[in-house]
């Protein structure tokens, strides 16, 4: 299925980060070069349509019992490439660091502002 460009994409993008920009959770994660607050927003609406490519698309086909093994095959590897997205977004926001493996960080809530 060809994905068709959100055209309120834009518009979306700024509502969200201007609200999450008004949070200090999630802007004492700014940095001179970047704006978590626009990161984040970012990742959200990706992940967003990342979740309905799976839901939508791909867990269907999985349950289409007139797929072969090797079409499956297909599907499983499809799902994977959505999967390594999504965890992609969920570690490239700093607000969510103590997710990734390798990381020490505590939860955010667990820290005083």
Sequence with gaps: MTKVPN???GIELKALAERLNRCEQVT???TAAEKQASKLAYDFLDLAESFRTFL???LPKLRDESLSCAEL???LTDIG???RHILWHIHNA???AYLRDD????SPR???L
């Design 56 to 58: 939508n698309e791909q």
């Design 28 to 30: 004492r994660y700014d």
């Design 103 to 106: 990381a020490a960080a505590a």
């Design 81 to 83: 490439e959505e999967f």
């Design 73 to 75: 095959d297909g599907v």
């Design 110 to 112: 667990d820290q005083p």
């Design 7 to 9: 055209p309120e994409y």
């Design 94 to 96: 700093e607000f969510y």
